[in-house]
């Protein structure tokens, strides 16, 4: 079993940055692959970014170039560094951890965090 837990969220103006953290704790991270999802008012949970053991990453066309997804296994903690932020930008952001399926779909996640709010304002 593993327990995350999310920070960093908050409000921000457009173009600035916020750093969001999930540490896990149950199981350590280097067994999982581990993801960003959002989700905005009326809209499906949405893939945002995510990271295999091995150290690659991929990310959804519309953060591609302005968010950066990082792992640090000893610290048993997931990063995602959003920059140049947008309103589109602004949801709940959850991470979530896998051991099989494809990054891209929520439904291969079997752990979830609780969720951080992020603002984002004109």
């Known amino acids: 079993q593993v327990q995350l837990v999310e920070s960093g969220g908050g409000l921000v103006q457009a173009g600035g940055s916020l750093r969001l953290s999930c540490v896990a704790s149950?199981?350590?991270?280097?067994?999982?692959?581990a993801g960003w999802f959002r989700q905005a008012p009326g809209k499906e949970r949405e893939f945002v970014a995510a990271?295999?053991?091995?150290?690659?990453?991929n990310y959804a066309d519309l953060v591609k170039g302005r968010f950066t997804i990082s792992r640090d296994n000893a610290k048993n903690t997931v990063y995602l560094q959003m920059n140049s932020l947008k309103p589109e930008d602004t949801a709940i952001y959850y991470c979530?951890?896998?051991?099989?399926?494809?990054?891209?779909?929520?439904?291969?996640?079997?752990?979830w965090g609780q969720g951080t709010a992020v603002t984002v304002s004109p």
């Open positions: 979530a951890a896998r051991t099989r399926g494809s990054y891209y779909m929520w439904s291969s996640y079997q752990y």
């Open positions: 149950g199981r350590t991270f280097s067994s999982y692959g």
């Open positions: 990271t295999r053991w091995s150290g690659s990453t």
